[in-house]
């Protein structure tokens, strides 16, 4: 072959090697994140081990687990502070780490009992907790320290009062619920508590229901840790860990009672409408959550009026929003039945706006109804500040008066300061909080009546496909970094759940 020919070939070579490389079809990654871990509830491993096994092979992200109790591994995860992602089978021991400040957001997955596991065909005749005191019985559970399981059946028994008399005779104590099942299916003990979903593993157990136990489910829940560096990656794990056409499919192939968790989508979007007055105040809020969680939100400010006009005739769309953020309770009341139940996050006072130095001498609402002057009010059936408005100056019998001097009616208050600001008005009757950002070319005057407010609810819709991501949402609107915000925009506070690690909003 002449040197020629051989370059030739050899270029042809290196082409079709380069070709493969770049174009080969490769597992999707998660934002290039190459690995998380994970500490894991070691009586849940089954199915998570089912699921880690599908992400690792869809995205190529290598998930490294640490599975024992409950317990063990919260003190493992405050000595170390580190760490992406922690699931306990008992949500006690999240919101303990989140009072901790080692947890954020939290996911629930399935629900668990405890049950009393016996061998298969229960030769012993085991029925009640007071069967497990015979002297014929060897029984074992699970360290209350260290599980989930161990912590619920003391917490259970404490309270019917017949912790103090089983105690003494347990014969075993192990770290973790799988090593009581496992005691109890090779004959070591007669008797163990474990969860159902656990009993439902193994053919070599019967499970025997106690009512106390029936009456206290707990939720099996998995958590983003404060040390995680990578939250938008460990979030759609976890996301992916609740679909219900995901996890969930793992979850229920090994016999636990799941949640109905959202569709799983890479990067789902979610919908929110909210009135105008809210903008400034969630803005932020908005884009950090979109950039914590890998998600899309598509806003829409508008007069909450227009906005409530607009889903009543959007019932049953695809494109009804998955959230809405009123300006006022009146025009969330007119929608209630689409969503789920509301919360009041946030107030503002209705005041009367005027040219800074007060040019015309407005003094309150009844000067507002002076010869010459021109007024802005928000409409009232396309504004919740117009309605209130209007309800406001009827009660005080001024609403014939004052609305002969109205020159505009708009559908939100920030509409009626600008054109205050560039003098085609003399006054106008808007939010406090929208005059938090040009208190340098206006005055604001109170308006001295009980009613002259608005409180701002948060509610997730009914139809939408992505509740527990829009319920995330709400946590965020709730806090603290977003409660400053509110406060910053001239908004009083109102919810007391302000207690979420800045992790979720910063």
């Known amino acids: 072959m002449n040197s020629s020919l051989r370059m030739f070939v050899v270029t042809i070579v290196v082409v079709v090697v380069l070709s493969a490389v770049l174009f080969w079809p490769r597992p999707q990654q998660s934002d290039d994140v190459r690995e998380l871990f994970f500490y894991c509830a070691a009586g849940i491993k089954p ?170 489910t707990l939720n099996v829940t998995i958590s983003v840790l404060t040390s995680c560096e990578q939250p938008a990656a460990a979030l759609r794990f976890a996301r992916f860990l609740q679909a219900r056409d995901r996890g969930m499919l793992h979850f229920e192939k090994h016999g636990y009672q799941t949640v109905d968790g959202d569709p799983w989508e890479p990067q789902p979007h979610l919908v929110l409408y909210s009135g105008g007055v ?100 928000a409409h009232p059936s396309q504004s919740a500040l117009g309605a209130l408005t209007k309800s406001l100056l009827e009660e005080s019998d001024l609403y014939s008066i004052v609305h002969k001097n109205v020159r505009v009616e708009v559908p939100t208050a920030d509409m009626l300061v600008n054109q205050l600001k560039t003098g085609a008005l003399d006054a106008a009757i808007v939010y406090e909080a929208n005059t938090s950002q040009v208190r340098d070319a206006i005055d604001v005057l109170p308006i001295e009546h009980a009613r002259a407010k608005a409180i701002q609810p948060f509610a997730v819709s009914r139809a939408s496909k992505h509740k527990y991501l829009s319920e995330r949402f709400q946590e965020a609107l709730l806090s603290r970094a977003s409660k400053d915000r509110f406060e910053h925009t001239g908004f009083r506070w109102l919810s007391n759940d302000a207690q979420l690690s800045s992790k979720i909003s910063n």
């Open 278 to 377: 809210n903008r400034m105040a969630i803005e932020e809020t908005i884009g950090d959550f979109e950039k914590r969680e890998g998600v899309k939100i598509t806003s829409v400010f508008n007069g909450c009026g227009i906005l409530t006009a607009q889903m009543k005739t959007m019932k049953g769309s695809k494109d009804f929003p998955d959230a809405y953020f009123s300006c006022d309770v009146s025009f969330m009341n007119q929608v209630e039945g689409l969503f789920l139940a509301p919360r009041d996050i946030s107030e503002t006072d209705m005041v009367v706006v005027v040219p800074k130095g007060n040019p015309k001498n407005i003094a309150g609402l009844e000067t507002l109804a002076g010869p010459g002057l021109k007024i802005g009010v």
């Open 47 to 216: 199915p998570i081990e089912a699921t880690i096994k599908e992400y690792e092979k869809t995205y190529g992200v290598k998930i490294r687990t640490d599975y024992r109790g409950s317990g063990a591994l919260l003190s493992a995860i405050e000595a170390s502070k580190r760490g992406d992602l922690y699931l306990a089978a008992d949500a006690s021991y999240i919101e303990i780490a989140r009072k901790k400040g080692l947890a954020a957001e939290r996911l629930p997955v399935a629900r668990l009992r405890p049950v009393i596991g016996v061998a298969a065909g229960n030769p012993k005749k085991i029925q009640s907790i007071a069967d497990l005191m015979r002297p014929d019985v060897r029984f074992g559970m699970a360290n209350p320290e260290a599980a989930s399981v161990g912590k619920q059946t003391k917490r259970i028994l404490t309270a019917t009062g017949e912790w103090e008399a089983l105690e003494p005779t347990i014969k075993v104590y192990k770290p973790t619920v799988t090593e009581i099942a496992n005691d109890v299916k090779l004959g070591a003990i007669d008797a163990g508590i474990i969860w159902d979903a656990t009993a439902n593993q193994y053919p070599e157990i019967d499970l025997v229901a106690v009512d106390a136990f029936d009456a206290k």
